[in-house]
């Protein structure tokens, strides 16, 4: 299947470890490539396989929804590439972009000195971002109407910065893991479509109250908004990998941000 230029990496048939969150797709066969979507950033691209019934019929109206998925502050890890899967198995083109130049590390000072060094940098990491919104669009199985952001920790955070960057291509949807927020009216009033914020009330990074100023800004500007406040839990507590790991609350996050997805995009 040759749907965009890219290294083809095969057709991904193997049940991950995160299917705990999700089992209800397994049988879904999986196709995906890693894609060179902005300068010299790759991404990892993933999809559901075409039908035989599919394949036939080249109804240029079978397009699905897209997701732009925006890893935390460890770079674009095996972790969110299986999360990628997952989320394609639920009928969605997702494309894990990356913001740290093909870097991945588990250590905490590099991982602070990548974010600080994209912080510092917000423009690039935007058009990074806005890149792979319009390369998104340009593939024939996504609908353009259709595209969605979603970042956990620092990745949250860059989620929230493509909705206030995207107005020359709005996105559809926005969705954010426990990333850092803004809270005055003027600048969430760019934002034009529904927003998903998940987060923990043990978060030491992200406040409770940083979080209700959020939701009450959104309320303001008339944006449609599902935030939930997980209690006792604390920051990254979806990832898998980290300490916090709260495998309860994940499975019922992730359920809502696919019944969100649903909802405002379809599948």
Not at 168 to 197: C, E, F, Q
Request: net charge negative; glycine share 8%.
């Amino acid at each position: 299947m040759n749907l965009v230029e890219g290294q083809f990496l095969g057709t991904v048939t193997n049940v991950t470890s995160l299917t705990n969150l999700d089992n209800s797709n397994l049988g879904v066969n999986l196709e995906n490539r890693t894609v060179n979507y902005f300068d010299q950033a790759s991404g990892y691209l993933v999809y559901p396989a075409l039908t035989k019934e599919n394949k036939d019929s080249n109804n240029k109206n079978d397009t699905l929804p897209a997701v732009i998925m925006i890893h935390e502050n460890k770079g674009l890890n095996d972790n969110i590439k299986k999360m990628a899967n997952l989320l394609a198995r639920n009928g969605y083109v997702v494309l894990a972009v990356d913001l740290f130049k093909g870097e991945v590390t588990t250590d905490r000072n590099r991982s602070s000195e990548l974010s600080q060094y994209v912080g510092d940098n917000q423009d690039i990491a935007t058009a990074n971002l806005k890149s792979a919104v319009k390369y998104l669009s340009s593939l024939p199985n996504v609908n353009p109407e259709k595209i969605v952001s979603l970042g956990w920790c620092f990745g949250g955070g860059q989620s929230l910065q493509l909705a206030l960057n995207s107005q020359d291509h709005p996105v559809a949807a926005t969705i954010i893991y426990y990333g850092r927020l803004l809270t005055d009216n003027a600048s969430l009033a760019k934002i034009k479509w529904p927003v998903l914020g998940i987060f923990g009330d043990q978060d030491k990074s992200i406040s409770v109250d940083s979080v209700k100023a959020f939701e009450m800004a959104l309320n303001s500007n008339g944006i449609p908004n599902e935030i939930y406040i997980y209690k006792g839990v604390g920051h990254a507590f979806a990832n898998p990998s980290g300490e916090n790991y709260a495998p309860k609350e994940t499975r019922d996050a992730w359920q809502k941000t696919l019944a969100f997805l649903e909802k405002h995009v379809g599948s």
